[in-house]
């Protein structure tokens, strides 16, 4: 993966200049390492932390990062964490026709 001189990679600037999630799933697509640090020694979820990036971008580099750094791998992950956070808000809010519709 190519890094800048200060260690910055193309998903580290992605994260630090707020890009649209489908720029950074993009990235990791094409091979992008949320592990790879740089000289500071903060891989893409710490940027993303640290800079104030959106939960959902925090999300994504965390299960990316749990699943191996392998985002086709997390990206099933994902899924079931959404299905999941669906059916709590769901059964928070007394949906319980949406929740009959998951399930059908």
């Keep these: ?23 950074l799933r993009c ?25 104030g990036a959106p939960v959902s971008i925090q999300r994504l580099l965390f299960y990316v990062l749990r699943s191996g750094d392998d985002y086709n791998r997390a990206e099933s992950s994902l899924d079931e964490g959404a299905a999941a956070l669906a059916l709590i808000q769901f059964a928070a809010a007394g ?3 949406d929740m009959k519709k998951m399930f059908a």
């Design 95 to 97: 949906r319980v026709d």
């Design 27 to 51: 990235l990791l697509q094409c091979g992008a390492r949320v592990s790879t640090k740089n000289f500071e020694g903060a891989n893409g979820h710490q940027i993303a932390v640290d800079s």
């Design 1 to 23: 993966e190519q890094q800048a001189q200060g260690g910055e990679t193309p998903l580290h600037a992605a994260i630090v200049t707020q890009q649209p999630q489908e720029m």
